[in-house]
């Protein structure tokens, strides 16, 4: 299957600063990626769709102007956490397709941001 | 939007047992797939599956889409099968909203 690759794995950061996640299609081209964040013990919540060279669109309740969603090129797509607070933890994972209809997604490994 | 269920929401077998895992969703689907999310967070893709039947060594998946449900087969379970499994449906725009998650330990 196709490879999708996120960066860092994990992350510890302190409290009001920011920080950005990458999420890589490394062997297609990914035209749309999706932002997910799941918090412990629970399922993967979409935050927010990205596609390459147009704004991101957002789920219901996700802040735009918190999470940060640049998709620049065919195969990276990043999210900022802007001003980090400690609720803000959680595991961040993102997704990415080609761009076809009905067609199988696959993951990056993740992100575990702690803000403390 | 969708509603994705997931039962049981916990399992405890013992190595060698089998079990199915069913995922109900509440409307029509584009597409199925089932995940296993392994301790560390990574999904892992089990099945892409919008309808019918697949197997793939002691893991097979059946969803019937006029029902609305798939079930995940899993036999002679390990336990490397420990871990949390996640279906999740698409309705349009490729666009995935997953279930609330079977969490299965298989104990030696």
């Known amino acids: 299957g196709a490879v999708v690759s996120q960066h860092p794995s994990w992350v510890i950061c302190k409290s009001g600063t920011s920080v950005k996640i990458e999420c890589r299609s490394l062997?297609?081209?990914?035209?749309?990626m999706f932002w997910y964040r799941q918090f412990p013990k629970q399922s993967l919540m979409l935050m927010a769709t990205?596609?390459?060279?147009?704004?991101?669109?957002?789920e219901q309740g996700v802040e735009k102007d918190k999470f940060l969603i640049n998709h620049a090129s065919l195969t990276l797509s990043t999210l900022t956490v802007t001003s980090a607070h400690p609720e803000d933890s959680s595991f961040y994972i993102c997704?990415?397709?080609?761009?076809?209809?009905?067609?199988?997604?696959?993951f990056g490994q993740g992100t575990r941001l702690t803000v403390v | 939007g969708i509603q994705v269920e997931q039962s049981p929401p916990d399992l405890i077998l013992q190595e060698g047992a089998n079990s199915t895992l069913r995922c109900n969703f509440s409307?029509?689907?584009?597409?199925l797939q089932w995940f296993h999310q392994n301790p560390w967070g990574q999904l892992i893709n089990l099945f892409y599956i919008p309808s019918g039947t697949k197997q793939n060594g002691r893991l097979s998946a059946t969803t019937v889409a006029t029902e609305r449900y798939s079930l995940l087969y899993i036999s002679s379970s390990q336990t490397t099968d420990s871990g949390v499994y996640f279906c999740a449906v698409e309705r349009a725009g490729n666009q995935f909203y997953f279930g609330t998650g079977t969490s299965l330990t298989v104990i030696p």
């Open positions: 062997d297609f081209q990914a035209t749309t």
């Open positions: 997704s990415a397709t080609g761009g076809a209809v009905n067609t199988e997604a696959f």
């Open positions: 990205s596609n390459e060279g147009s704004k991101a669109t957002y």
């Open positions: 409307d029509s689907v584009n597409n």
